[in-house]
């Protein structure tokens, strides 16, 4: 029988709208043509322009309907001009994260065949990892309270075995998942400067416990800076990364850099319940409101929200719309002819999306 999964969608500021709507009508689309499933969308408004207007940037109403979706759907929220009182920006998927527990920031890394990026890839050879951030503690844990007095600044780094427990299953489990799916090897690395700081010793220590339960997976270690280089020399080798939260920001914003540009890249915020899915851009003020967006990462951000709720529901129909969706995209890129203007073409947000749309209904049975 055709379950139903509610989506809980913030399309947000700046360009959130204008990559929202053809995303949600890609959705929706697939939703109408499946038999195994359908999706309920639900608009929430929250973010820096409703700030502006309300004086609230999450509304209680949008929070606990958030909760009880099946899924949440988020554009960009932010707006330069609109602050805190206290002079921070407004960013409810912030907010989002810490209330619902997120702790594990999925970011792709994906280059085919045919798609421009910095580096020139060997023959044969396509970069597909995975690199996931813990979002909810590490050096971020102190954000906001670092002591400063005249002489000295001091920040806490926190590295808790309860969430680096939960961490290490999921990154395992998502090996095994992309394994399964024929997308790697089943490897993952855990990424951190044991050699130097005994907080990270003890997170790879419990890597390692995690790695035992783990068998038929191979697990291994690198450290930060060298994986930096890694990730220019030989970004190929890497199947998934796991990370603590400061050295999963940098690494992921040269994840995007090997892949063109933020215009490609999605992300996920997962915990053991909610999920929130978005691209790794944000609001982009500037080229808002003259549908120039380009709507590809919110649609991969989209296609990764199938994946897990078809994972997480046992809902084959729903891993199978997620990668249709994601290799027509990756299609459309590497044809080259409806690009937006930052990954060199002239297409404005609705040809780019529709040209996606189109490969997804031509696949249709
Ligand atoms: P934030 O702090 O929320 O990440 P930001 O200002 O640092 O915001 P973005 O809003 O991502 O970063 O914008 C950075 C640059 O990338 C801008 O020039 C913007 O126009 C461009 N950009 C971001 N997203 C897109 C997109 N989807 N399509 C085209 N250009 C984009």
Redesign the pocket.
């Given at each position: 029988m055709s379950k139903t999964f509610e989506i809980a969608v913030f399309a947000g500021d700046?360009?959130g709208p204008e990559?929202t709507d053809p995303t949600v009508k890609i959705l929706r689309a697939m939703s109408d043509a499946s038999n195994e499933y359908s999706l309920n969308f639900q608009d929430l408004p929250a973010g820096a322009a409703h700030y502006a207007a309300t004086g609230e940037s999450l509304p209680k109403d949008s929070m606990d309907a958030a909760r009880q979706a099946d899924a949440i759907l988020l554009s960009?929220m932010?707006l330069?001009d609109v602050r805190y009182a206290d002079g921070t920006?407004i960013s409810p998927q912030i907010d989002l994260r810490k209330e619902l527990t997120l702790f594990a920031g999925v970011r792709p890394v994906t280059v085919r065949e045919g798609q421009r990026g910095p580096l020139s890839l060997p023959k044969g050879k396509e970069i597909d990892f995975v690199l996931i951030r813990e979002s909810t503690e590490g050096l971020f844990y102190s954000q906001g309270c670092g002591e400063i007095t005249n002489d000295e600044a001091r920040e806490t780094l926190l590295i808790t075995r309860d969430i680096s427990e939960k961490l290490f299953k999921f990154a395992f489990e998502l090996a095994g998942n992309r394994k399964k799916a024929g997308r790697g090897p089943g490897r993952v690395t855990c990424v951190d400067k044991a050699n130097v700081f005994r907080a990270f010793a003890f997170f790879r220590e419990l890597f390692d416990q995690e790695a035992l339960r783990n068998p038929d997976l191979v697990a291994d270690h690198a450290y930060v800076d060298a994986t930096a280089l890694w990730m220019v020399q030989k970004p190929w080798d890497f199947d998934v990364l796991v990370t603590e939260n400061m050295f999963g920001d940098i690494l992921s914003d040269l994840g995007a850099g090997l892949m063109g540009g933020?215009?490609l890249a999605p992300s996920a915020d997962i915990g053991l319940e909610h999920a929130v899915f978005q691209?790794c851009?944000?609001?982009?003020?500037?080229?808002a409101g003259h549908g120039?967006?380009?709507?590809f990462?919110?649609i991969l951000s989209a296609a990764m929200m199938l994946d897990w709720l078809g994972i997480k529901h046992s809902n084959e129909a729903l891993v199978a719309d997620g990668n249709r969706l994601r290799e027509a995209v990756e299609r459309v890129v590497a044809r080259g002819k409806t690009l937006?203007?930052?990954l060199g073409g002239t297409s404005g947000t609705d040809d780019a999306a529709a040209a996606v749309q189109a490969l997804v209904a031509m696949e249709t049975v």
């Open positions: 700046g360009i990559i960009a932010g330069p920006e933020l215009g691209p851009h944000g609001s982009a003020p500037d080229i120039l967006a380009n709507p990462a919110m937006t203007r930052d």
